[in-house]
């Protein structure tokens, strides 16, 4: 199978280049070429207008997937505790289901847990398949994906969405092998395409420099997880819904690992994905010494204090508070970025945030691009004055 | 003990950007790496051997410029090397790598562990580690920082969670993926690294064929998820730059987070 | 059959170690002036003092480009960390390697390839450098061995060296014919080491005076036999001044690279330096010279390589690579401009570092003055 170029066609437009996704054609002395990158995926091929792009592939033919219905969603929950990421995901799971007409479903595992799936409805579920049991007590991959196993089969969901949190990155991939999907993981956006009725799955790839729109057309349930934090929590327009119970057959003997105990950390926790005002600092804040500035300034907004990766990597902030790419997403009211140039890795992380102010010296760094007001200054001057008038403005409101 | 590192090149992804005026990648001056949260895999790969003595094969699927990935793991101190190459393979999302992987896996003589990173900066998906567990029905714990304690039959971990981590015990044969814990990768020896140049060198390189699959089920082909359209990422705003002392401008601030109902 | 390519897979290996472990201190490790042990020691443990000795005998089985390549690389992060590596590679270990008895090996060789032990190469006079004829450092026969007496000065490592090979003459009358290599421990009896001197550049790299004496050595410590020390000499000259070349180069490439990132980043007159043309000339020049450089190099090392004799090559080599990385740190420091002339920035660094290479493998007026000669000047 291959592409090639019918080159007396090809009159150079470059049409072809830009749409190849694997950058595989270049134009030489005036003719599309396609090189080594090529993965045949023909993406080329109806883009050219002079019909000179040629193709044996055989169109891949899609399943008919009509009895496939519904918007799910994994109510992930440890210890009895409802994870964000599970009611922000309901929150898209009712705009997905109200462009489909279909109906959002929230999965939830576990062991007592049943107080949960009110929540569940509380936040757009309209049915919650509950399945609880011992044998459900702590998450467990098999044991979790034995039970979407049976979901699945029986009830056929369209889409299938988790959290990108460290037991939604274990259990999705897993499932997606399981039952026969393709996943895409940590998308920041999803939507339905108007005309083809598909999922639509938005992701940065290459540490963020690039994003990448992926199709999951060739198999049901279309499944994605979503990294916390990115999507709205909205609350349901009607706040009835079906829970089912299910039992399962499942044994321990067919489950291969024991949680033999949860550590927790003593790291002094702020859940930043729900704060409303974030101090950030990064390279130009210099030392812990910088750090505790930040800290005052944060204290006067009533916010909380967080960092970029270079911060995080010396030390000066936990990694709870690192926020980009490889940290958290916020979208908090106020982002303060003071010392951050911005590189895109942290922009990715925060550009959501209704605005943003930042202090930098210098007058080119990127973050002033997502920025709504820039200061260019030395933000050791400008920091504790901030703090200092913030301070003050509050004691004048108390009066 | 017989180990299975699984390992991936990858652009040096902070280089990596996309074109302005064309939308394409520009992979040129790109330099490749071993995927950081793999290095850690092999590092956790070669602390075993020395504890405990193990073989370690190290596999991998790309092109063949990704042979200076197994090099690199033979100089680091692998015994073995087997590089997935095959244009058949190219434009593989998950779901058909790891289906690659998972078929070569099973032409590898008997193995009790298998580790690879968490995940790959270029894609950073973390998929293929539980897909490969699953397609070879094997138990899986993800985000390993430690392995405490290998016995036979079984092995006891720690995973790492958003608030703590957990102590898991885990049968073998297992899949683990691993993030960065307490021993920073080794770098390699430079007699090995030329070892690995020469023919004698344990490095094989498998195609299609050799794994015996049809190229209708790897690569583009055989992957259920599709990329439509890629582009750089926009989230410019019109920045108002404030201007004066560090006083004024402070005012400036305060007053525009007043205006806003920030505070 | 696929297989790396050795030359390309040593840069990228030796690279990712100069980016990760030696730049983000080099720095700092500048302003300290301290040995690098603890960047020696990785260095050790990658095995690359090894790397120009076949491998059955204990080295790592390169030649003399895979050993360029690393000075290079490693040159390209911090100046001095190379010439340390340099020395223990080639000048402080090569005569013991090629004749030293399996007790020698054992003793100091195996030591010295695993970081265990360092050698250096006592060669300068205070009144004899780049005129070896005229080296008084004394070798007398007796019953048991040689009597060592002299004094030798801008010892590289000298301070932190277990054994040293010296220069001695044997026959003051023969001149250069009687010169010829001897192995001295440090340890033993009559050897006595300076403090180590202060120095422009290079400031990891300690460097100091070493006299000899009455040291009695046995027989087996002459390196050379007689009559061949000569010889000896011009072989090994020619890998010294490829190296040094190479050295030449990897600094050149940190000045570039430098040079390139902030003439991008500063502003001038509302656009970055590096859209002028007196800038990009400079730059442009930078480029042209490393590009030179690297084929004089590459090409004196490809001759060792093959066997041949490459004293010419190598001479021009370390001569032009050497006046480009000279240049090059210049115009560094004037694309920064007083950034330049500051202590916190990089530039001063290898405007400093880049007089090293002036004097070792032979001043470039001794250079040029060869390089006359051999076209019948």
């Given at each position: ?16 280049t ?35 792009i ?8 899609v399943?008919?997937f ?14 009895g505790?409802?994870s ?37 409805i ?16 702590d ?10 196993q049976?979901?699945?089969?029986a009830?056929k969901p ?24 393709g ?7 999803l939507?339905?395409?108007p005309d ?6 938005t ?45 399962s ?5 067919k ?14 926790h702020?859940?930043?994905?729900k ?9 130009g804040?210099?030392d ?24 995080f990597?010396?030390?000066?902030i ?7 790419q ?8 106020l982002y ?7 590189a ?17 010296k ?17 933000l050791?001057?400008?920091v ?16 | 003990?017989?180990i299975?590192?699984?390992?991936k ?14 939308g ?7 330099d ?19 504890t405990h003595?193990?073989t ?16 690199e ?9 087997i ?13 058909a790598?790891?289906?690659t992987?998972?078929?070569?896996i ?6 009790d ?15 293929v ?8 029905d094997l ?16 092995v ?56 015996g ?16 359209k890629?582009?750089?990422?926009k ?6 730059f404030?201007?004066g ?19 | ?33 301290e ?35 690393i000075c290079?690389?490693i ?13 223990q ?6 005569f013991?390697f ?29 009144d ?12 007398t ?10 004094m ?6 000298g ?27 440090r ?6 080491v ?5 120095c ?8 100091c005076?070493?006299?000899?004496k ?19 000499f ?9 190296m040094t ?25 509302g ?9 990009q ?5 930078m ?12 090409r ?6 093959a ?6 090559e ?10 480009a990385?000279?240049?090059?740190t210049?115009?560094c ?5 007083g ?13 400093r ?14 250079l040029?003055?060869?390089i ?6």
């Amino acid at each position: 199978m291959a592409v090639w170029v019918e080159v007396d066609l090809c009159d150079g437009c470059r049409r072809c280049t830009r749409e190849c996704p694997y950058d595989a054609i270049e134009v030489r002395d005036g003719k599309a070429r396609i090189g080594d990158r090529c993965t045949s995926c023909g993406a080329c091929v109806d883009k050219c207008h002079h019909e000179a792009i040629r193709s044996d592939i055989q169109p891949r033919v899609v399943p008919d997937f009509s009895e496939y219905k519904g918007v799910w969603v994994f109510a992930e929950q440890r210890a009895g505790k409802l994870s964000r990421v599970s009611v922000e995901l309901l929150g898209k799971a009712q705009e997905l289901a109200k462009q489909l007409n279909e109906k959002v479903s929230a999965v939830l595992i576990g062991y007592h847990v049943t107080d949960l799936a009110n929540t569940l409805i509380e936040f757009g579920a309209e049915t919650v398949h509950l399945v609880e049991g011992p044998i459900f007590k702590d998450y467990r991959t098999e044991s979790y994906t034995h039970v979407f196993q049976e979901l699945v089969s029986a009830y056929k969901p369209n889409i299938l969405i988790m959290g990108a949190t460290h037991i939604g990155r274990d259990l999705a991939p897993r499932v997606s092998r399981r039952v026969g999907s393709g996943l895409t993981a940590d998308c920041t956006d999803l939507s339905i395409d108007p005309d083809e009725g598909i999922l639509l799955q938005t992701r940065p790839a290459f540490g963020g420099n690039i994003m990448a729109t992926i199709a999951n057309r060739f198999s049901r349930p279309q499944m994605a997880t979503v990294r916390p934090g990115v999507m709205e929590v909205v609350p349901a327009p009607s706040t009835k819904g079906t829970v089912i119970p299910h039992g399962s057959t499942l044994t321990e003997d067919k489950v291969r690992t024991q949680i033999l105990e949860f550590v927790k950390e003593e790291t002094p926790h702020v859940d930043l994905s729900k704060a409303k005002i974030i101090v950030a600092g990064g390279r130009g804040v210099n030392d812990t010494a910088g750090f505790e500035l930040l800290r005052e300034l944060a204290v006067a907004l009533e916010g909380e204090l967080a960092g970029t990766r270079v911060a995080f990597e010396a030390g000066w902030i936990p990694a709870s508070s690192q926020v980009g790419q490889t940290g958290i997403t916020v979208r908090p009211e106020l982002y303060i970025a003071c010392g951050v140039s911005g590189a895109i890795q942290h922009r990715a992380g925060m550009s959501d945030s209704r605005f943003v102010a930042a202090i930098n010296k210098d007058p080119y760094a990127p973050i002033f691009k997502v920025a709504d007001w820039g200061i260019v200054g030395d933000l050791f001057d400008v920091v504790p004055e901030l703090t200092r008038q913030l301070r003050t403005a509050c004691e004048v409101m108390c009066d | 003990m017989n180990i299975i590192v699984l390992v991936k090149q990858v652009p040096n992804n902070t280089e990596v950007k996309l074109d302005p005026k064309t939308g394409n990648l520009i992979r040129e001056g790109v330099d490749t790496i071993v995927n950081p949260d793999d290095l850690q895999a092999l590092e956790t790969a070669f602390t075993l051997k020395e504890t405990h003595g193990a073989t370690i094969t190290v596999l991998s699927m790309g092109p063949v410029q990704a042979i200076d990935a197994l090099s690199e793991a033979i100089g680091m101190g692998a015994d073995k090397a087997i590089l997935l190459s095959d244009r058949a393979f190219a434009g593989a999302d998950t779901w058909a790598t790891s289906f690659t992987l998972g078929k070569a896996i099973q032409r590898v003589e008997k193995f009790d562990l298998i580790l690879t990173g968490r995940q790959a900066i270029d894609g950073d998906t973390a998929q293929v580690g539980p897909q490969i567990a699953e397609y070879l029905d094997l138990p899986q714990v993800t985000y390993v920082f430690d392995i405490e304690k290998l016995d036979t039959g079984y092995v006891q971990v720690k995973r790492r969670l958003e608030d703590g981590y957990e102590r898991i015990q885990c049968s073998l044969p297992a899949v683990l993926t691993i993030i960065g814990g307490r021993s920073k990768p080794r770098y390699p020896e430079i007699s090995k690294l030329l070892s690995a140049c020469t023919k004698r060198a344990p490095i094989e390189v498998w195609n299609a064929a050799d794994i015996g699959v049809t190229t209708a089920e790897v690569g583009m082909n055989g992957s259920l998820t599709q990329v439509i359209k890629t582009f750089a990422p926009k989230f410019e705003r019109q920045s108002e730059f404030l201007e004066g002392s560090a006083a004024s401008v402070a005012r400036d601030l305060v007053e525009r987070f007043k205006r806003n109902k920030l505070i | 059959m696929i297989r790396s390519n050795p030359e390309e897979l040593v840069r990228k290996n030796i690279a990712r170690f100069v980016d990760k472990e030696i730049i983000p201190v080099a720095q700092e490790l500048d302003n300290k002036g301290e040995f690098p042990r603890e960047i020696f020691e990785k260095l050790a443990r990658m095995g690359i003092f090894g790397i120009r000795y076949p491998r059955h005998k204990g080295g790592a089985g390169g030649n003399t480009t895979l050993f360029c390549i690393i000075c290079e690389e490693i040159s390209r992060g911090l100046l001095s960390v190379a010439s340390i590596t340099a020395m223990q590679c080639l000048m402080g270990t090569n005569f013991l390697f090629h004749s030293g008895t399996p007790e020698m090996l054992d003793q100091y060789f195996l030591p010295a390839m695993r970081g265990e032990k360092i050698g250096c190469f006592c060669m300068t006079e205070p009144d004899a450098g780049s005129d070896l004829g005229a080296i008084t450092t004394r070798a007398t026969e007796v019953d048991d061995g040689y009597l060592i007496n002299g004094m030798k000065t801008w010892v590289t490592d000298g301070p932190e060296a277990s054994f040293y090979t010296v220069m001695c003459q044997t026959d003051p009358t023969k001149r250069l014919r009687g010169i010829g290599y001897f192995f001295v421990p440090r340890h033993f009896s009559g050897v006595s080491v300076s403090s180590p001197f202060k120095c422009l550049g290079t400031r990891t790299t300690p460097i100091c005076e070493v006299a000899f004496k009455d040291v009695l050595i046995p027989k087996e410590y002459r390196l050379t036999p007689e009559g061949q020390g000569l010889n000896s000499f011009l072989k090994i000259i020619a890998e010294i001044r490829t190296m040094t070349a190479a050295l030449a180069i990897g600094l050149q490439r940190a000045a570039m690279a430098d040079s390139i990132k902030y003439a991008n980043e500063r502003v001038a007159s509302g656009k970055p330096i590096a859209k002028f043309q007196l800038i990009q000339a400079k730059i442009a020049n930078m480029v042209t010279n490393l590009e030179a450089s690297r084929l004089m190099t590459y090409r004196a090392a490809a001759m060792i390589d093959a066997g041949q004799d490459a004293l010419k090559e190598s001479t021009m080599a370390k001569y032009f690579a050497t006046e480009a990385a000279c240049s090059a740190t210049d115009e560094c420091t004037r694309i920064f401009a007083g950034y330049g002339y500051s202590m916190e920035y990089t530039a001063q660094r290898y405007f400093r570092d880049s007089r090293f290479l002036l004097n070792g493998g032979g001043t470039h007026e001794v250079l040029q003055g060869n390089i006359a000669r051999w076209v019948g000047l």
